[in-house]
């Protein structure tokens, strides 16, 4: 059950928490000055209009005034500010210049003692953050749906405020949505009144983790801290797909300490969300593209609960410290995926991740193959590569193989438990790991190069080569197969998800009538499995395998998925009339998808909006 509190009780301005620690950081993505004044807590109130695409209410910012002088510097994007109340008058609206990547600063001077601002506002129909669906593009299609997405700097096309990983603030809101639809957020504590709904996050939490969905859900719990939440047409296979989540939970409780966060639900998003998966606290968003029937895409929901420990609890100070986010979180995948599922599974996940990783950096200047990355001048995008994902955690699978498993998880669970609520950045990490690690063993430590990982590009040489048995099965099938074997013949008899994704990457040139022959005998073309899906699609277009053309197009209109569309369309850019077809199926598809698939795609197809 979820927790419900009597309805109104959260509204008394909430009491602000115990003051964070001032940290002097630096962050090139944000105008605020969280030094000279600093937001504790915010209190959101607004109103969906789903007819217009836009949220209006207000927001009040619960402030520590640490130098008394100076004024209060929110970041926006794109929003209406109507009217500003400080100490029950208004004061005047002060928006900076914009900024390409950052949007406007908001300036508000502060009366002596005042610690509390109320900014009436609306959002504007693009605001980046939020994407508003059609009925049609849901899966039940009959109801809208409104998703937000923060993470990296677009929480402040929604809400004015500190839009920096460095500020932890608790949040509480009232969210009001058309009758008939269930709004939720990333909050531990949740009421519903009809279509009002109140939520509070009573630990402090970066900006990008304040999320608010929207749309005709249902949930089914499927343990006492943790449900599903869906769309009524998605809400069994979803139920079915994470039946593991709660031991899932317990496998990370045992390895990296307690859950911090009270509730774990999974929030099924309709397939126009950008990303796999996004950590929202005690609400994880997660793509439909991973309900695959046979549990095979779970790995997603092992790493969105990673970052419950990496990421939530201990989070990077800025966007150049994204590895410290993703890196510790997918070797915490990994090790979680190993504990519920074996060796072999994680074996082959890990195998799969460094393979892609060097197609990657292949393709990447040296200055971005850098895990402390300089972003500067940047959008924080640009850094989310597979480098801060993969290279992060080969460097701390590094680590593990120097120093040994169990004062590798020692090291881990004091990482989180001393710095818990907590951002920091990567220099934080390296004293860090020179006290717990380095300095106690310079034995050890002289085998491992931790500058070399950190500020250079490449992978350095001592990397962890990864291998796994159940590949080498399927290494000898390709063989078998280019060999002169007939597809039909093949023993692909039990094989998983991970074990299809090494036999399509391990395919050297292929003729269309080789594929055709393979799509008869395995029917990948109507695969319902959204990651051997993208792989065929994706060597269908290299190997001019016209027969998959109707697929790709309803794929391509369908799903939002970033990390599908990008590899599609640059494979379509390299076929013969391909710069053609991309562009008719990117205009149609277009507004489908995310601000943040868009910008992505917009660059790589060259293509100019009407109206940018
Ligand atoms: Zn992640």
């Known amino acids: 059950m979820l927790s419900i509190l009597p309805f109104g009780l959260l509204w008394a301005c909430a009491a602000p928490p115990p003051p964070a620690a001032p940290m002097p950081v630096h962050d090139v993505h944000s105008f605020a000055r969280p030094d000279q004044v600093r937001v504790q807590h915010l209190d959101l109130d607004l109103t969906l209009d789903f007819d217009a695409h836009v949220a209006r209410g207000r927001v009040t910012l619960m402030l520590e005034r640490i130098d008394p002088d100076a004024p209060l510097v929110l970041d926006t994007d794109g929003l209406q500010i109507d009217c500003i109340e400080v100490d029950n008058a208004s004061v005047p609206v002060l928006l900076g210049e914009e900024d390409p990547h950052l949007g406007r600063a908001l300036t508000i001077h502060l009366p002596p003692g005042i610690d509390c601002v109320t900014i009436h506002y609306a959002t504007a129909p693009t605001a980046e953050a939020m994407q508003w669906l059609a009925p049609e593009q849901t899966n039940g299609g009959t109801r809208p749906f409104l998703f937000t997405q923060g993470q990296a700097i677009l929480t402040r096309s929604w809400i004015p405020l500190q839009d920096s990983p460095a500020v932890r603030c608790t949040w509480s809101a009232k969210i009001t949505a058309p009758a008939g639809l269930v709004p939720v957020m990333s909050a531990d504590v949740r009421s519903w009144d009809g279509p009002v709904g109140c939520f509070q996050m009573t630990k402090p ?38 039946a593991d989540t709660e031991s899932m939970i317990a496998a990370c409780e045992e390895l990296f300490g307690p859950y911090r966060w009270g509730r774990y639900d999974v929030l099924v998003l309709p397939p126009s969300f950008p990303f796999g998966g996004m950590e929202n606290p005690c609400l994880t968003f997660a793509t439909p ?72 950096l292949a393709t990447l200047p040296d200055a971005d193959q850098r895990l402390h990355i300089d972003l500067a001048g940047r959008n924080p995008d640009d850094g989310m590569t597979q480098v801060p994902y993969e290279k992060g955690a080969a460097f701390l699978r590094r680590l593990e193989q120097v120093f040994g498993r169990a004062r590798m998880d020692a090291f881990l669970r004091a990482w989180f438990d001393q710095h818990a609520f907590r951002s920091l950045t990567t220099a934080d990490f390296l004293a860090f790991l020179d006290q717990e690690l380095l300095r106690g063993d310079p034995q050890r430590a002289a085998q491992i190069d931790v500058p070399r990982w950190v500020e250079a590009g490449g992978l350095p040489g001592d990397a962890p080569v990864p291998d796994s048995a159940l590949f080498a099965q399927v290494d000898a099938v390709v063989a078998a197969l280019q060999g002169g074997a007939a597809p039909a013949s093949l023993d692909t008899k039990g094989w998983v998800t991970q074990q299809w994704l090494r036999f399509l990457g391990e395919l050297k040139d292929p003729s269309p009538e080789q594929l055709a022959a393979l799509d008869q005998a395995f029917a990948f073309t109507r695969s319902g499995n959204s990651e051997i899906l993208a792989k065929w699609l994706e060597l269908a277009i290299d190997h001019g395998y016209r027969a998959v053309d109707r697929r790709l197009d309803l794929f391509l209109m369908t799903v939002g998925r970033r990390k599908f569309l990008t590899p599609l369309y640059q494979a379509l850019l390299r076929a013969e009339d391909g710069k053609a077809r991309a562009t008719a199926i990117y205009t149609k598809a277009r507004p489908r998808y995310h601000a943040v698939a868009q910008r992505t795609l917009d660059d790589l197809l060259g293509f100019h909006p009407a109206g940018k």
Request: aromatic share 10%; glycine share 6%; charged share 20%.
């Open 289 to 360: 593209t991973i309900l695959a029937g046979d549990k095979s895409l779970v790995a997603l929901i092992a790493h969105e609960l990673a970052h419950s420990w990496s990421g939530n609890l201990v989070t990077n100070a800025t966007w150049r410290d994204f590895w410290l986010n993703e890196g510790f979180t997918v070797y915490l995948e990994n090790r979680i995926m190993e504990h519920v599922y074996g060796k072999d599974r994680s074996a082959m996940e890990i195998v799969l991740g460094v393979q892609g990783l060097r197609e990657e």
């Open 205 to 242: 939490v970066p900006s990008y983790l304040i999320a608010l969905a929207c749309g005709d859900l249902t949930s089914r719990d499927i343990s006492p801290r943790c449900a599903i939440w869906a769309e009524p047409a998605t809400i069994d296979r979803a139920a079915a797909e994470f």
